[in-house]
């Protein structure tokens, strides 16, 4: 398949989603509760419930552990194992138990890698990305389509759809594989409601409600977060952030945002407005920025002001990417700008360094892949005004990825398997036997 404009995208008939927005029931899949009225199948479906969370949130388990963390009998465990087996949602994972005197290899039992697929959606002002993976978070697909840079939301939203539907198409999979969806978008995300705040002009994202747009076009849970904490996950799972407890992700691009990984969860703040640093404030006395601040570090260090001082010298077409090669080639103008954002930027992390210790900083997006002229300048800004405990011990590196989107779609599909909610109550109706008495997804068509 080669799906390059979005023209070509339009052309293609919407099939599995059509289907999917149309599922009964959607919208309410929350886990199912005992009543008093509760019969023995909704208790058998509230442990399977139990039994899948735990394997999602800690992957493979042996049987006994099971029983013992959700508190019921083995061979309870063992029915309702065996039982989602054969439904091909669960997996024996063979593991030989050292030092084992009789021989017996305990299986652990694992959520199937082929009992769904997560989506992980990404997008920029003139770009869509998207990622699938199994349940074990291998790729499946990497896509992408470019967008004009004034298409609408609604626009953005079918258009995403349609790339999805031919992705799914080519890998002989179907809607009703999608488990979930982790969308990225530029802007304030309100983890409350979805809500995407005023941000960038011209953003296609503002005021609206994104999370209800794309549950309404794809009938399945979705999460939407902010571009910069998407790809953060991506580092922080694959990237340049493994192995870290605690991760800052910064991404110095046109804006500069920030997201905060704790003990492998993203840090969102009390409404979700955590991780603003191209808004903290360099000079009180400085200009108006459009936040209503002054002096904002993004006015100095964003990628405008870069090519404000730049363009004189490299010509008026010249991009960020150009600037950040050019300094890598030892372009002097170039290495001396960045060198001076890199200071600047690492001055603003000394006091998120001296508030948070994150460790290690992991810096993302154009600028950073000019590479040690900026990394080393940051660092640099960060030993030099932050108390000296932390200021020497926190490392800053090179993102790994160098393309954001393509991070950014594959840590939306990871934060589906972790944080997406009722995801155990849909993959066990995903595979329901039919003539059971919860809504069959599949084979609705
Ligand atoms: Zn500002």
Known sequence: MSVNTLNELLLRPLSAFRVLTNLPGHGNLGPVTVTNGGSLKSLRRTNQERVLTLLLKNGPMHRAEIARQIDVSRATVSTIVNDLIERGVLEQVGVPASGRLDGRVRERVAISRTA?????????????????????????ATQSVRVPADASASHRVRAAALLLDETLDAHGLTGDDVI???????????????????????????????????????????????????????????????EAATMLYVNLTSGIGAALVLDGRLYRGAIGGAGELGHLSIDHNGPT?????????VQRAGAPAILQELRPILGNEATIEDVAE??????????????????????????????????????????????????????AGIERHAMAAVGSTTTVVQADFEDSARAGVRGGAALVLQEAPHLASLLRRLTDPPGSDTTTLRGVR
């Open 116 to 140: 769904g697929v997560a989506a992980g959606l990404d997008f920029t002002l003139d770009r869509i990305a998207l990622h699938l993976c199994d349940l074990e978070r291998r790729e499946l």
């Open 180 to 242: 979930g969806l982790g969308v990225g978008v530029p802007g304030q995300v309100a983890t409350a409601t979805g809500v995407v705040g005023p941000s960038l002009p011209g953003q296609p994202w503002a005021g609206l409600n994104v999370r209800e747009m794309f549950e309404q076009q794809f009938g399945r849970p979705v999460m939407v977060e902010n571009n910069t904490r998407v790809e953060a996950m991506a580092e922080y799972l694959w990237g340049a952030g493994r």
């Open 289 to 297: 920025c459009p936040c209503g601040n002054r002096g904002c570090l």
């Open 326 to 379: 050019a300094a890598r080639a030892g372009d002097r103008a170039s290495s001396s700008v960045l060198a001076d954002v890199g200071w600047v930027v690492g001055q603003c992390l000394a006091s998120v360094c001296n508030l948070l210790d994150p460790g290690r900083i992991v810096v993302g997006g154009p600028v950073a892949t000019a590479g040690p002229v900026v990394l080393d300048a940051i660092a």
